[in-house]
């Protein structure tokens, strides 16, 4: 009979090849298991399997010996390194303690203080540092990868005949093990150990390097976020050497501290020097604003410059960092701009990345108020109502420009007038949301001098005819708005099917003006 199935398979026929490649199931597994339970759980076997792993896993290291790690031949060394950590966690509590008590002393009861916030050793167990952030550290180089040569001779050993040493003794281990704590980066303590003979097991070396190592990414990372967070208070170290740089080429004299700190920029003022770089004559005082080289604040503005056509190839092809280069240039190439029309704005001494000096409003360090913060008489406030009426139709119409983030906040008051500054963000006025932007600044403008007791004041629909030589006849705000987006979208078309953009808007049944 050549029944086929598990009745086949007696107990005791013992499992052929036949009755192997018959069975639908396949063949049971015939080896026995060779341990219980209470095995598995057996720390005994555990240990056992964890060895063999590291033996496979780094046979060259014990032989050479030089490799960042070191496995080797090691008793049990668990309490030790549970010792080590102990250690570890106590002498940072010290540290912290010492540093508390330094600040303090230094700080005493002044109103200015300073802190040793940064140089305090935040222990990893009561980290909140959480992976999913972008760890762009990572890609720094090892620092332990340079590793100084240790002093065991090439062939391992020292010694003659029964007097031989190896480099795998215990206590020569040990020892060198000690030693090389020195090449842990500088930051981390590694106590007073060295200079006592101390001998340090592999294993509790290794822990101690891997704990050395993740702690130091740890708290660069810990410093980095800081160092964004409060980028207005410390300019992040590249930022900083530029600054310097300016310093010692005698460009400028001084740096004397921040006017200013805002979401995308840092303000500062500065002494001009007597180096004339680039046939140009450095102002007596200068304002350095430098753009924020944080990736988050720029997303806001996308807006403005990936559709300005200026920027526009450029755009896409970029990384955040020469975006933000970017906005420096477009706030000094607008500068420039206005300074030819003759509007008081900062004149450009000089751009360096992301750090644009120009000629500094106000006098002896103190830079001049906002509008929105000085008090101006009548015929102040009114004389100003007219300055800036003609200086956003030059704006307009010479520099082919729309500020669009004008308002009492961008607009100083210095020797009997108004000066416009913050113009990074300003664009042509075919820009697809340029006229929503003029707009906005009309809004803003019409509103602040009317608060402001300006009678003769235009409202804002008013002021955007006015300005732009557009003659919407919309008498509420919603129409108004509508037939704007309306020519901006218009605009828009003839972008796509000429492109090119208009050069101007005309909407009074005018053909519209292109360029030729
Ligand atoms: P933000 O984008 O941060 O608003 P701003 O260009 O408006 O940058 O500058 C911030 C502040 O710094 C201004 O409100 C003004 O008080 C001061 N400031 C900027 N540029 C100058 C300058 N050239 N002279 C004097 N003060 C300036
Ligand atoms: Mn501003």
Redesign the pocket.
């Known amino acids: 009979m050549d029944s086929v199935g598990v009745a086949a398979a007696a107990p005791d026929a013992g499992p052929g090849p036949a009755w192997q490649s018959k069975c639908p199931w396949g063949a049971p597994s015939t080896t026995s298991i060779s341990c219980s339970l209470a095995d598995v759980m057996s720390e005994q076997l555990a240990k056992e399997l964890q060895l063999e792993e590291e033996n496979t896993a780094f046979p060259e290291v014990v032989a050479a010996a030089e490799g960042p790690f070191i496995t080797g031949e090691n008793i049990d060394t668990s309490s030790d390194l549970m010792l080590a950590q102990m250690l570890q966690m106590e002498f940072d509590r010290e540290y912290d303690a010492q540093l508390r008590r330094e600040e303090k002393k230094i700080n005493g009861d002044s109103k200015v203080s300073i802190s040793f916030e940064n140089y305090r050793k935040v222990h990893p167990y009561d980290s909140d540092s959480s992976e999913d952030e972008v760890d762009w550290q990572d890609t720094r180089h090892d620092p332990y990868r340079a590793d100084k040569p240790t002093t065991t001779p090439r062939r391992g050993f020292i010694g003659k005949g029964k007097d031989i040493t190896t480099k795998h003794d215990e206590v020569v281990c040990g020892r060198k093990n000690t030693a090389r704590m020195e090449n842990f980066a500088p930051e981390f303590q590694v106590g007073d150990g060295i200079g006592m003979d101390l001998k340090l097991s592999n294993q509790v070396f290794n822990a101690l390097k891997q704990h050395a190592y993740s702690e130091e990414r740890r708290s660069a990372r810990l410093h980095e976020k800081k160092e964004h967070s409060t980028a207005e208070k410390a300019v992040d170290p590249k930022t900083r050497l530029l600054l310097y740089k300016m310093v010692n080429s005698g460009m400028l004299e001084t740096i004397t501290g921040c ?9 500062f ?1 500065a002494y001009g020097g007597n180096s004339a770089t680039e046939d140009k004559v450095i102002p007596p005082e ?2 350095i ?1 430098v753009f924020k080289t944080t990736l988050n604040e720029f997303k806001n503005r996308d807006k403005y410059i990936k559709d300005d056509y200026r920027f526009k190839d450029r755009f896409s092809k970029l990384n955040p960092r020469k975006i933000i280069r970017m906005w420096a240039e477009k ?1 000094m190439h607008n500068l420039t701009r206005m300074q030819n029309a003759g509007i008081p704005c ?1 004149q450009v001494v000089i751009l360096k990345k992301h750090v644009l000096v ?5 006098q002896d360090q103190v ?2 108020p ?1 509008l929105k913060d000085v008090t101006l008489s009548s015929e102040d406030m009114k004389k100003a109502y007219y300055q800036i009426l003609n200086m956003m139709q030059q704006l307009y119409r010479e520099c082919n420009l729309v500020h669009a ?1 004008l308002s009492e ?2 607009m ?1 008051w210095h020797d009997g007038k108004v ?1 416009l ?2 113009v ?1 963000q300003s664009v042509e006025p075919t820009h697809p949301h340029g006229l929503e932007f003029l707009f906005r600044d009309c809004r803003n403008v019409s509103q602040f001098f009317q608060k402001g007791g300006v009678a003769e004041a235009l409202n804002e629909r008013e002021l955007f005819n006015a300005v732009s030589g557009l003659n919407i006849t919309a008498d509420n705000e919603v129409d108004f708005q509508a037939e704007i987006e309306a020519l901006e979208k218009m605009n828009e078309d003839h972008v796509q099917n000429h492109g090119k953009k208009l050069s101007t808007f005309s909407s009074d049944g005018d053909p519209p003006i292109y360029d030729e």
């Open positions: 006017i200013s700190t805002g979401k995308e920029s840092v303000v003022h200068c304002a604003k706030e900062p120009m000629s500094f409003i106000g830079p001049a906002k983030d906040y961008n100083l000066w500054i913050d990074s």
